[in-house]
Each structure stands twice: as structure tokens, then as C-alpha cells.
């Protein structure tokens, strides 16, 4: 059987730094300032890990690192890329069905650290989540979590799409779909809902670069899909990776900055920092 690999993000850069996306390199310091007051050596928790990325970062900065997802063979082979430093401590478990089942063979372990990176949207519950994540803080412990903004294009297509999926019966891997679409305010209820506090808060990936990939991607990937489907060959996707490149995206970038205060709200995603009340 075939490993899909289908959130790589093995050649970006960690998301404790920031994300190469939408043609920007995008840079931030949110998790890189509270990371400093984890305890060095300290137990990290990675949930939801995908493509291990943000895993192999925090083993190479010496933490004792666990790594949680859904598929053992996707988790295997993704470590598989990585040059892991001599005596790391990391350890990989696999959920089959759901992440919470994961959690429950960690039961009475406590983390320094739990990453959440782009995770809490695949999830039908995020509330019933970080509870169960915060039983596993120690008592100075932070959870780093990353989610989309719910009120930007792509998630309003991820929306659609969904709905579209499910009304036609059409398969969906596991995982995969975005089953929430919250605004930045939202999330923070749904996160203080669950004996949290946001320590920080900050809104990454502009307006204009986000929704100007949204307006070219979506239908580009679409019509790209159609036309494979009746036999014409094509490389939509790489029409977009070329477009969104260069000066193009870097204009667009500038202009995200300027009008930060303006659009701010409608940035694609959301960084937080979280403890135990």
C-alpha cells in the first residue's frame, strides 16, 4: 500500500519560526520567546506531528520529544527523512483512530511543551481536546497552537467543499478535512472554554497574498482536476507554485504590512500561547 504523504512539510522551515507559504517567507518570534522558558531538556508532547517537522526542531534543541499522530507507516516514514543528532530522545505513537486513543496511552505523563500545529481544525470537538491536553501540563507547562482563521476564502471553500463531499458521499482520508471554521475571537472562547489562558496572540499569513492565492488556486486546482478526469494532462499545481513567486508575492507582502492595522482580522492564521488557569 502507498504512504500518502499528504501534509509534507519536511523542506519548511519549523513552525516554532514561521512558515514558507502564499510565496512568502513568513517569519515570527511568538513561540521562539516562550520556547526560552521551557526548562532545557524538558518533555515536549507534539500532537497531531504530521511530517514531524516541528519534532525533529525541538530534538535537535535537545527536548525530550513525543510524537503523536493517526498512521504508524506515515510517522515511520517521515522520521525516516530527517538526520536525527545522536542520543535524541524521541519516541513515535500512532492512533489509528483517533488521537484522543493516544493520549489515553500517555495517561498520567505529564509535557513541558504541547505543540498543536494546524490540528485543532481536523477535529469535531477542539474544546474536548485541549481539555484532555491540559491534563497533561505540568503545572508552568504552555501549549503552542497554530489554526486557520475561519474567515478567510480558503476556509470558506474548505467549507464548501466538505459540505459538497458529504452530500455526495465523496471519500475524504481521515484527518484531513477542515471541520472547523471559527474567527480568531472564537477560537480564544473555545480555547479559554477548556481551563485555558492565552498567554500571547498574534495573526500570521496577509490578506492580500492569502486571498489573492485563493481567488487563482482554487479554481486553478479545480479546472486542473476536471481536466485530468476527461484526459487532458496538466500541471495546475505547478502553474501556481511558478505564479506565486518572486516580486509578485513580494508586493503583495509589502502591502500586507502596511495595512496590518486594517486587515489584520482577516489574516489567514491564528498563533497562539496557552496555560492552565
Known amino acids: 500500500m502507498d504512504i500518502v504523504h499528504t501534509f509534507d512539510r519536511t523542506a519548511d522551515v519549523s513552525k516554532l519560526e514561521g512558515c514558507n507559504t502564499r510565496g512568502v517567507e513568513y517569519r515570527w518570534s511568538i513561540f521562539e520567546r516562550e520556547l526560552a522558558t521551557v526548562p532545557a531538556g524538558g518533555r515536549v508532547l507534539d500532537f497531531g506531528a504530521g511530517s514531524l517537522r516541528e519534532s525533529f526542531d525541538l530534538a535537535t534543541r535537545g527536548f525530550d520529544v513525543t510524537s503523536l499522530d493517526i498512521d504508524a507507516a506515515v510517522l515511520a516514514s517521515y522520521s525516516s527523512r530527517y538526520d536525527w543528532p545522536d542520543a535524541t530522545k524521541h519516541r513515535l505513537i500512532a492512533a489509528p483512530d483517533n488521537l484522543f486513543d493516544g493520549l489515553r496511552d500517555l495517561e498520567g505523563e505529564k509535557f513541558d511543551l504541547i505543540t498543536a500545529f494546524d490540528v485543532l481544525e481536523h477535529l469535531d470537538d477542539p474544546a474536548t481536546a485541549l481539555g484532555a491536553l491540559c491534563r497533561h501540563l505540568t503545572p508552568t507547562g504552555k501549549l503552542f497552537i497554530t489554526v486557520p482563521n475561519g474567515r478567510t476564502l480558503f476556509e470558506l471553500a474548505f467549507r464548501v467543499d466538505l459540505m459538497i463531499a458529504r452530500a455526495t458521499g465523496r471519500y475524504m482520508r481521515p484527518g484531513e478535512p477542515h471541520l472547523q471554521r471559527n474567527s480568531p475571537a472564537k477560537w480564544r472562547k473555545i480555547i479559554e472554554s477548556a481551563n485555558l489562558c492565552v498567554v500571547a496572540h498574534e495573526l500570521a499569513i496577509g490578506f492580500f ?19 485530468r478526469k476527461v484526459g487532458v494532462p496538466n500541471d495546475a499545481a505547478g502553474f501556481c507554485d511558478r505564479l506565486f513567486s518572486g516580486r509578485r508575492m513580494a508586493a503583495l507582502d509589502r502591502i500586507d504590512q502596511a495595512t496590518a492595522p486594517i486587515f489584520r482580522g482577516l489574516y489567514g492564521w491564528n498563533l497562539f500561547v496557552v496555560k492552565a488557569k
Open 209 to 227: 497574498a492569502n486571498t489573492f492565492n485563493a481567488l487563482v488556486q482554487l479554481p486553478t486546482l479545480i479546472g486542473g482536476r476536471i481536466l
